[in-house]
C-alpha cells in the first residue's frame, strides 16, 4: 500500500503547487498604457472646442481648380468604401450576434485618432492639406507643450481623413485576411515574416493612390522635404516616397496584421487573458488596447519618421493661396502673413516651445 510522501514539514500540503501564472497579458498593459494619452487628447480636445473650431475657407476662390477636382474625388471614394465597410461590419455584429466586435472596436479606435493628425507638424510645417478639403482648423495648436503652435492653420481634412482612418483601416484588414485566405492553401509553408510581406505589399499597392492621385492633383502636399521627386506639372507636387510610402504601408500592414493575426481560440493580441473579467471589462480593455495601438501606428509608425525631414526641407515653391493658407510669406504669392518667410529659407526660424502651452488659445481670423 502507498502513502503519499509529506516531505519537509512546512504546514502546507505535499501537494505540488503550479506555478504561478500571471493573469495580466498585453491588452492589460496596453490600456494602462493608454490611459495618460487619453488625458492628453481630452485637454486637447476640450482647449480646442472652446476656443471655437472653424472651417478654414478664406482662400477659397470658387473656381473648380486642380485641388477642387482632388478633394472631391478623394472624399466621394472615400465615403463610397466606407459605406461597403460599414456594411461588412453590420454584417459581422449580426453574424455574431453581438455589437462590439473586434472589427467594430478597431473601426472606433481608429476614429479616436483623427486628433492627432496634426503631429507631422509638430516642429515645422511640413505635411500641406487643400483649404479645398471639407475640413475644420487643426487642433494640433492646442496639443501641450507642442513648439509650432501655428500649425493649427493647417486645415484639417476631417471628412477624408476620418473615413481613412477608422473604416480603410479596417476594409484594408478585411481584403487582406481575404488575400491570405486565397493564398495559403496554395503555399501552405507561408511563414510570419512571407504575410508580413504580403500585407506590406498590399499596403504599398494602397499607398500609391497618394503619389498619384493626391500629390499629383495638389490635395496635399511635402513642398520641402528633401529627397523628394517631383509628381505632375506643378512644381509644388513634391513627394518623398522615402521614408513616406514605406511608412504609410507600414500604418496599413500593421492594422492588417492586427486583426490577421488569431490564436486557436480566434483571439488578437488584445483579446487574451481577458477570461476572468466580464463581458464588458474586456470590451473596455479591448478598446482601450486598441486605442493606444491605433495612435501608436498612426503618430509612431506614419507620422514621427517625417521628422527629421520637417529640419532640412529645401525652399518652398511658391504655393497658391488655397495651400499656403497664411502659414508664412513667399515673394509672387501670398505675403503679409506676420509669420515671416517658409521653411526653407536661410531667414526661417524654427519656433521653440512657448511658456504656458497647456491652455493655448490658437484662434486665428484664417477663416
Known amino acids: 500500500m502507498s502513502t503519499l510522501s509529506t516531505g519537509p514539514a512546512t504546514g502546507h500540503s505535499a501537494v505540488a503547487e503550479r506555478p504561478h501564472r500571471s493573469r495580466r497579458g498585453w ?30 475657407t478664406r482662400f477659397r476662390t470658387g473656381e473648380h481648380t486642380r485641388d477642387w477636382y482632388g478633394a472631391r474625388i478623394l ?52 505635411w500641406i492639406p487643400s483649404t479645398q478639403f471639407v475640413n475644420v482648423n487643426d487642433p494640433c495648436s492646442y496639443m501641450p507643450l507642442i513648439p ?20 480603410l483601416l479596417v476594409g484594408f484588414g478585411m481584403m487582406m485576411s481575404w488575400v491570405l485566405a486565397k493564398v495559403r492553401p496554395r503555399m501552405a509553408q507561408l511563414s510570419k515574416p512571407r504575410i508580413w510581406a504580403i500585407l506590406l505589399a498590399g499596403g504599398v499597392a494602397c499607398f500609391l493612390g497618394e503619389p498619384l492621385v493626391i500629390i499629383q492633383t495638389g490635395a496635399w502636399i511635402y513642398p520641402g522635404t528633401p529627397i523628394s521627386m517631383q509628381i505632375g ?34 483571439r488578437t493580441v488584445v483579446e487574451r487573458k481577458l477570461e476572468h473579467h466580464s463581458p464588458r471589462a474586456q470590451k473596455v480593455i479591448t478598446f482601450m488596447a486598441l486605442y493606444l495601438l491605433a495612435h501608436v501606428n498612426l503618430v509612431g509608425v506614419a507620422t514621427i519618421p517625417l521628422w527629421p525631414m ?35 529659407s536661410p531667414a526661417y526660424v524654427l519656433r521653440m516651445p512657448r511658456n504656458g502651452n497647456w491652455w493655448h488659445s490658437g484662434a486665428d481670423t484664417n477663416r
Not at 462590439?100 to 493628425?117: E, H, I, P, V
Open 27 to 56: 491588452p492589460h498593459y496596453l490600456a494602462a498604457a493608454a490611459v495618460p494619452l487619453m488625458i492628453y487628447n481630452v485637454w486637447t480636445v476640450v482647449a480646442w472646442l472652446a476656443d471655437g473650431p472653424h472651417e478654414i
Open 75 to 126: 472624399e466621394g471614394a472615400v465615403v463610397l468604401i466606407s459605406v461597403v465597410v460599414l456594411y461588412k461590419i453590420y454584417q459581422g455584429c449580426r453574424q455574431q450576434r453581438r455589437l462590439w466586435t473586434f472589427d467594430m472596436l478597431m473601426l472606433l479606435a481608429g476614429a479616436s485618432t483623427w486628433w492627432a493628425n496634426g503631429v507631422t507638424n509638430w516642429f515645422n510645417p511640413t
Open 148 to 167: 509650432n503652435t501655428d500649425c493649427g492653420l493647417i486645415p484639417y481634412p476631417w471628412l477624408f481623413l476620418l473615413c481613412v482612418e477608422s473604416t
Open 233 to 266: 506639372p506643378a512644381e509644388y507636387a513634391r513627394y518623398p516616397p522615402f521614408p513616406e510610402l514605406l511608412i504609410a504601408s507600414s500604418f496599413l500592414a500593421l492594422a492588417g496584421g492586427l486583426r490577421y493575426f488569431k490564436d486557436d481560440q480566434g
Open 310 to 344: 520637417s529640419f532640412h526641407q529645401t525652399p518652398w515653391p511658391v504655393l497658391p493661396a488655397t495651400l499656403n493658407a497664411r502659414l508664412c510669406d513667399q515673394p509672387g504669392g501670398v505675403t503679409d502673413t506676420g509669420r515671416g518667410p517658409c521653411p526653407g
